[in-house]
């Protein structure tokens, strides 16, 4: 599937979510004020008063009805949506997850961690938060966040204790589905419109409680009601449109949900090749006591986002959230017997032997093939490289990564050996240290370090003062091996540093944002992997920007000349040291944009295109919309094989900025079996509308 008609697709279907979500709304406001009209008209009269004909309508009374269901479902759903504002991991811990630390030893969760961490490096992601749901003993997983910058996944205490690693993944490479083809955004978004409707069944059961107390419970002195039954019936009434409101959401819930369970079990299997993988945790789940049902009471809202029926629903089959479970079987595996599995713990003797198998395959498919280099060096591959996972392949640099675009928000099973050939690389201490905090923090200042002189001098004072003494000592003792993973590595190394680095407090995130500057402006010139370093640590410490917000849709690429020229130019002087190189990939690259616009962009001087600039230009793009993200990754890919000579810096810059722009882009080493050109559109198109 094109990863950005995917993303068009869930922006549409958006909108279809808002229609479909004003017509419930638009129900309930009459249910409510039918209900009302009804309960008024038989309340008791005065004594000595003929009762009238009962009137159906009552502008008055419509009005505050209307009025006030408004404030209840609108003030619900901005509640919701303000508390998820944080993304995958607000959902998470709403639904009672518990974050797994990074450097856990349990082998349960190393396993998980492991083939976490494997699908992101080999999708282009940053690391996602990870969350096991304790208190569930049913099956089931769920992939949540506004973009990749704050996705979370999660899976169930039963879930992580019963499934065989094959299975695991399976059940991982559908929810990594979700995040790569532009779910989560939408399944946050349902979850928050959603609460207000179903605030109303929560209203009238305290209505119905109150009432029954005050005045249907006990009578009056004089025998009189007191009103009590009035309320009684209004309790009952919204308790009756809450389950209204519920159908309607399941039926949200199930118009955008079903045909997308069916996509994201394709992709799993193509991703791991192994249909045997999800179909054995559908098998689990349909064999279980449990099933995969949650006992968590906010399953409701959220039975969208989980990997199978999350709520036992009192709705027929064609509201459920998810396609029945012996339907996704057949479609992954045709061979099914019909027979489920019953789940058992897993044994833990067979889990160490799955991982050393693991670890064996990793070792298999040999090292990054990248040749290895210090910073700033920009090495070009002149030579052909293997390329792991796919039989007799490799190609010289510029062909590998002739239409990487089109491979963007593409998971096969060639990027997951990739993605475990790199890993393989990072020898244990370091991949040790990413895993806590401060190791991170070392992790990432020696990412930045020279090998040594006067300039490593500089740094080294630079760190002491800015990160510790400590920090210091340990980033020297981890420049050598992480020199030895090669420049391949270090884009991988520092997305495996970010689960450890969000749990940094606010003062030491600040710390290690003010020290990046200075290290990398130490020699005097800025590298273009100190551009992706720095913007990507800015997105994902604390105290960064609202990841909610991020995630909007602003101005198209007609009114972004101005950064896209910056980030062209950043780009081709990558490649190029020499004014003639710089602007002959610069015009390569600007071609893409149409001859009217690419006359109008000129290359800028390598001496202005400072950290801060050239961040603050990709901060402007992020909100582009997505046909015009894939212009403008169509013009970079452009720029990068210009000169038919590919370096690691390019590689590393050309990734970090689709990763800013929310377009994952799998390790390009692996892209040569994608078509060669790049689609490109004017940049003087009309601005695309957004949502």
């Given at each position: 599937m094109d990863f950005f008609e995917a993303q068009g697709r869930a922006r549409s279907l958006s909108r279809r979510l808002v229609l479909l979500y004003g017509l419930a709304v638009t129900l309930i406001i009459v249910g409510v004020y039918l209900t009302l009209a009804v309960a008024l008209q038989l309340s008791t009269p005065e004594q000595g008063?003929?009762?009238?004909?009962?009137?159906?309508?009552?502008?008055?009374?419509?009005?505050?009805?209307?009025?006030?269901?408004?404030?209840?479902?609108?003030?619900?759903s901005a509640f919701r949506t303000a508390q998820l504002r944080r993304g995958g991991p607000a959902v998470a811990e709403l639904l009672g997850g518990r974050r797994v630390d990074p450097g856990s030893t349990d082998p349960l969760e190393r396993r998980l961690l492991n083939v976490v961490e494997e699908m992101a490096i080999a999708s282009g992601i940053p690391v996602p938060a990870v969350y096991v749901l304790d208190g569930e003993q049913g099956i089931n997983a769920f992939a949540a966040g506004h973009t990749i910058h704050d996705a979370a996944v999660a899976i169930t205490r039963g879930g992580l204790e019963t499934l065989s690693r094959d299975e695991l993944q399976g059940v991982m490479a559908h929810e990594f589905s979700h995040i790569l083809n532009g779910d989560m955004r939408l399944n946050v978004r349902l979850m928050g419109v959603l609460f207000g409707i179903l605030l109303l069944t929560v209203i009238g059961r305290g209505i119905l409680r109150g009432g029954y107390y005050s005045g249907a419970g006990r009578r009056s002195r004089g025998g009189k009601d007191g009103g009590g039954g009035q309320i009684v019936l209004v309790g009952i009434a919204l308790i009756i449109l809450g389950y209204l409101g519920v159908f309607f959401g399941r039926l949200i819930q199930a118009a955008v949900s079903r045909q997308r369970e069916f996509l994201a079990d394709a992709a799993a299997v193509q991703f791991t090749r192994n249909p045997l993988g999800i179909s054995g945790a559908l098998r689990k789940i349909g064999g279980g006591a449990a099933g995969s049902k949650l006992e968590n009471h906010h399953a409701q809202e959220a039975g969208h986002l989980f990997f199978s029926e999350g709520v036992r629903s009192a709705f027929s089959r064609t509201m459920a959230t998810h396609p029945p479970l012996d339907v996704r079987i057949k479609r992954v595996d045709p061979s099914w017997d019909g027979t489920f599995i019953e789940p058992e713990p897993v044994n833990m003797a067979r889990l160490r032997s799955e991982e050393r198998d693991a670890a064996k395959a990793r070792g298999a498919g040999g090292g990054p093939g990248v040749p290895k280099g210090s910073k700033g060096e920009g090495m070009p591959f002149p030579l052909p490289f293997p390329v792991p996972g796919f039989p007799g392949g490799s190609r010289g640099g510029s062909e590998m990564l002739a239409g990487a675009v089109l491979a963007a928000g593409t998971l096969e099973a060639g990027h997951l050996a990739h993605a475990r050939s790199i890993l393989e690389s990072i020898p244990d201490g370091v991949r040790a240290a990413t895993r806590e905090p401060e190791g991170a923090v070392a992790v990432v200042a020696a990412l930045l370090l020279a090998e040594g002189g006067p300039l490593r001098a500089r740094q080294d004072e630079i760190v002491e003062r800015l990160l510790g003494a400590e920090t210091l000592s340990r980033a020297a003792e981890l420049r050598a091996p992480l020199a030895?993973?090669?420049?391949?590595?270090?884009?991988?190394?520092?997305?495996l540093c970010l689960p450890a680095l969000r749990s940094l407090d606010e003062g030491r995130a600040d710390a290690l944002r003010a020290a990046v500057g200075p290290?990398?402006?130490?020699d005097g010139e800025v590298h273009v992997f100190d551009f992706a370093l720095f913007h990507l640590l800015r997105r994902a410490l604390p105290g960064g920007p609202d990841p909610a917000s991020s995630s909007r849709v602003g101005p198209g690429l007609g009114r972004r000349r101005g950064e896209a020229e910056t980030l062209l130019s950043a780009l081709a002087w990558a490649g190029a040291r020499e004014q003639e190189g710089a602007e002959a990939a610069f015009r390569a690259g600007a071609a893409s944009f149409g001859s009217g616009a690419a006359g109008a962009l000129a290359l800028q001087p390598m001496a202005g295109?400072?950290?801060?600039?050239?961040?603050?230009?990709?901060?402007?793009?992020?909100?582009?919309?997505?046909?015009?993200?894939?212009?403008?990754?169509g013009a970079l890919e452009r720029t990068v094989r210009a000169d038919r000579a590919v370096t690691v810096e390019e590689l590393e810059l050309l990734r970090a900025v689709a990763e800013a722009l929310d377009v994952p882009m799998p390790p390009l080493a692996v892209a040569d079996e994608v078509p060669p050109e790049a689609p490109r559109e004017p940049l003087d198109a009309p601005p695309a509308a957004s949502d």
């Open positions: 008063v003929e009762p009238g004909p009962i009137s159906l309508f009552d502008p008055t009374l419509f009005a505050i009805v209307a009025v006030g269901m408004l404030l209840v479902i609108g003030g619900g030895g993973a090669g420049p391949a590595a270090r884009l991988p190394l520092l997305e290290l990398s402006r130490a295109l400072d950290l801060e600039r050239v961040d603050e230009a990709l901060t402007r793009l992020e909100t582009l919309p997505p046909k015009d993200r894939r212009v403008l990754l």
